[in-house]
């Protein structure tokens, strides 16, 4: 029994080095930036780190949750990129009505289609414009806008917009069959009209029963109404909160920022510094009744569903249930990898985490990105 | 006779029987050949999406590491694409590859910081999206199978196997000296203490067949092992006796009659019986080992002394049992059955509890210990019909106040002194 007990004593030891050595990047919001190794090497002698933030991850020691390295979700065969998805803003096509005022047309179709959403993991999805999220649509305050559907799915689905507009445009199974409306069938088409009003981030999504799975199976895009005037020149992102119930058992397996989960783990999201950043942050995710987005080393001025002009915080973290839409405006002062990700830790850990990249990320080293935050060498007393 | 096979002569009457025996044979290989290479004609294609049926087979935790055996256990292939621990993705290698065919099996080394002592929930996604739940519900690193560790294990099954039984095989000088109410007393104390092992034994067998793919038979290995068990040994019991007759004939052939088998088998076999019960328990041991290996692999097992203390009170009856049977030949010219014997009974009961410990720790196999929990029970259910002929009295009667209290005692016994060791 002697012998069992030191083992037990030296395995306990391990244990404490290896939390010890995970605890340092958090502790410092350096999540990322240094691997397990060098994070203990930096605890106690202050060397500096220069690996590059993913290598850690890369290397499979366990930095931060994220899948086997070995594979990456084709996107190609998925037929959209989540990172392209960021700042890929569908106008449609205008044409200006005889009054002078703006006509906006898009045709969305709606299709079956198989996805990958974690390396190597298929999902049986149903698509707007054969991506999920569907396209984000994006219109001026006050234009008249014409989406026509045209359901090439298996099953009926609609186009539920939120916005301000007549009960036959609702996207509403039961509202408006007799005229052509209400529930589409497959092979059926149907095109809604109404003002774009009010200005703001909004969402769109299918609205046939059972709703939750009408939904979660991918039928929902942003929807973007730009103030007449405008807003200040920025980088602007589009981020769809969801998730994923790969095994249709009323939970979700995977969570992502516009579908694929941990994507901007490996594609880190380049951004200029000292520059407007400004994220359209939508959160459609079901089955969980609330989703967040938190930013590290950073705040933002909050706008929910960027009705008004003016934030109503400024901040680092925000929580949103479903259907909360937010815009989020921030800059970020210093080059680097800043981690993102929801703070329902649990969703971060199961694919909704990500990185913005800051400039050139090869000017980065831990003990440089570690001077940012701390004067003082590390384990010295104040 | 001849007349009718000559107005119709029976199909294939004129072949050799080698042919007619093989003909069929040759046929069924052709038809499950053309059947296969046509892919099933007629059946059509899946109805549905592919079954994914995979059992966790076995669970490895060393520091930063958690290794999972899986074996696939349904009808198709299942291919594994990402683990999460805790709800929390966490990266893998597979070491047999991350697609399993039909009852094949794989290893994921997964990177994860556990924490002794905290519970973990596994979840395995398949490439559609099926997901395998794994659950450690203690978190303790699994020991090191080095010499250490199997000297450890051996120690224990020496302690809670091997002493205990010799210790209770000293009783045989005080049983020679029992009258012979006392003896079938003590045999029938045998069988009830056999009869809650055997019990017990499938009880046990059949709650590790739960665990064990369905695709290896289950719950039906422990009865299949308990079957096979018993006919070997009903088999070995018939040659030896023919083997008795043949040696007896020619001295003394009136002997022979058949009512007289029985107890000539006992009286020639009092040796062959302890041997016989012997097994029995070993097999039983062996069982305890496995719980004692696993339990102590997962970090559930205190070693403490209470528990070795416990074994040993409960194995001590076991030693009495196997000695039960040689009491009877006491006057008979068994003697002879010397120290070593004697000592080599003891190692046969008490040493498989060394065996399973070490499986129980390192490799154990579910399927494997349902068909070996099941042998036990064979084994044992062969020993009590082998002792139950000695117990009777004169009147032929099996069931009479010594005996009811002697099975009722050995029931009591293996009962109150278990309590002790609850693993």
Redesign the interface.
């Known amino acids: 029994m002697a012998p069992d007990s030191t083992k037990n004593g030296i395995s306990r030891r391990r244990l404490l080095g290896g939390a010890a050595a995970l605890s340092v990047p958090a502790a410092i919001g350096l999540n990322g930036l240094v691997n397990g190794n060098s994070g203990a090497a930096l605890a106690t002698n202050g060397e500096a780190a220069t690996e590059s933030p993913l290598q850690g991850h890369e290397h499979g020691g366990f930095i931060h949750a994220g899948f086997a390295p070995d594979r990456v979700v084709d996107h190609d065969r998925n037929g959209f990129n989540p990172t392209e998805i960021l700042r890929d803003f569908d106008y449609g096509k205008t044409r200006r009505l005889p009054s002078g005022r703006v006509l906006r047309e898009w045709e969305i179709v709606a299709a079956d289609r198989e996805i990958e959403v974690a390396p190597g993991v298929s999902y049986e999805a149903w698509t707007y414009n054969g991506r999920v999220p569907g396209p984000t649509l994006r219109a001026r305050e006050g234009e008249l806008l014409r989406i026509k559907f045209i359901n090439g799915s298996e099953h009926p689905h609609t186009m539920h917009f939120h916005g301000v507009h007549t009960a036959l445009m609702d996207g509403m199974p039961g509202i408006g069959e007799d005229r052509g409306g209400g529930q589409i069938e497959p092979g059926e088409a149907f095109t809604y009209e109404f003002d774009a009003s009010p200005f703001g981030v909004h969402l769109y999504h299918c609205h046939v029963a059972p709703l939750a799975a009408h939904i979660a199976r991918g039928l929902y895009g942003a929807f973007i109404i730009d103030p007449k005037e405008g807003r200040p020149e920025a980088d602007e992102l589009v981020m769809v909160m969801n998730g994923f119930d790969t095994n249709f058992d009323g939970e979700n397996e995977v969570y992502a920022v516009n579908t694929v989960g941990f994507h901007y783990i490996n594609e880190p999201i380049a951004v200029p510094r000292d520059e407007l950043v400004r994220i359209y942050l939508v959160n459609v995710l079901e089955y969980d009744p609330v989703n967040s987005f938190h930013i590290h080393g950073n705040f933002f001025h909050h706008y929910p569903t960027g009705t008004s002009l003016k934030p109503i915080e400024f901040t680092d973290t925000i929580i949103q249930g479903q259907a909360q839409r937010a815009i989020l405006e921030l800059e970020f002062p210093f080059d680097g990898d800043y981690m993102f990700h929801a703070h329902v830790t649990e969703f971060a850990e199961l694919g909704w985490t990500g990185f913005f990249r800051v400039g050139d990320p090869s000017k980065l080293t831990a003990a440089a990105a570690a001077s940012m935050y701390c004067d003082l060498p590390w384990g010295a007393k104040a | 006779m001849e007349a009718g096979s000559r107005a119709e002569r029976p199909v294939g009457s004129g072949l050799p029987s080698w042919a007619l025996g093989l003909i069929p044979l040759l046929l069924i290989a052709v038809a499950i050949g053309t059947f296969a290479a046509l892919g099933g004609p007629g059946l059509g294609d899946r109805n549905g999406p592919p079954v994914e049926e995979v059992s966790v087979e076995s669970t490895v935790l060393h ?2 590491q958690i290794e999972l055996t899986l074996q696939n256990d349904g009808p198709d292939p299942v ?6 621990v805790n ?7 597979a070491d047999g590859g ?1 697609e399993i065919g039909r009852l094949g099996s794989t290893t994921l080394d997964i ?3 556990w ?2 002592g905290e519970a973990y929930d596994i ?1 395995i ?7 395998i739940t794994a659950e450690i519900p203690v978190a303790a ?1 699994t ?2 199978a080095d010499l ?1 560790f199997y000297g ?1 294990m051996a120690l224990l099954g020496i302690y809670v196997g091997v002493i205990p039984v010799s210790l209770g095989m000293l009783w045989l000088p005080f049983l020679r000296r029992l009258g012979s109410q006392w003896m079938a007393a003590l045999l029938a104390f045998t069988v009830g203490l056999l009869a809650f092992l055997a019990i017990d034994a499938t009880l046990e067998g059949l709650e590790i067949a739960a665990e064990a793919p369905a695709a290896f038979g289950g719950a039906s290995l422990v009865f299949a092992g308990a079957l096979v068990a018993y006919l070997v040994l009903a088999g070995i019991d018939a040659w030896l006796e023919r083997r008795a007759e043949r040696a007896t004939a020619a001295p003394d052939a009136t002997q022979g009659g058949a009512s007289d088998v029985g107890v000539a088998g006992v009286a020639a076999g009092g040796a062959y019986l302890s041997l016989l019960v012997a097994i029995g328990i070993g097999l039983h041991n062996l069982g305890e080992g496995l719980a004692i290996g696993t339990s102590y692999a997962t970090g559930a097992l205190a ?1 403490g002394a209470f528990l070795v203390v416990g074994f040993a009170i409960h194995n001590t009856t076991e030693g009495l049992a196997i000695v039960a049977p040689l009491r009877k030949g006491g006057g008979e010219g068994e003697r002879g059955l010397g120290l070593w014997r004697l000592l080599g009974l003891g190692v046969i009961a008490g040493a498989p509890a060394i065996l399973g410990a070490w499986i129980g720790a390192s490799a154990f196999n579910p399927s494997l210990a349902a068909l070996l929990f099941g042998v036990g029970v064979g084994a044992i259910a062969r020993v009590i019909v082998q002792i139950a002929p000695s117990m009777r009295d004169e009147h032929g009667r099996l069931l009479y106040p010594a005996t009811v209290a002697g099975m009722l005692v050995g029931i009591a016994a293996l009962y109150l002194t278990g309590l002790l060791v609850t693993v």
Request: glycine content about 12%; hydrophobic content about 40%.
């Open positions: 520091p930063g291919e594994i694409a990402q683990v999460a709800d929390g993705f966490a990266p893998f290698t991350r990177t994860y910081p924490i002794e979840f996604l398949t490439a559609v999206g099926g997901t690193e020991p090191e250490d450890l070693l």
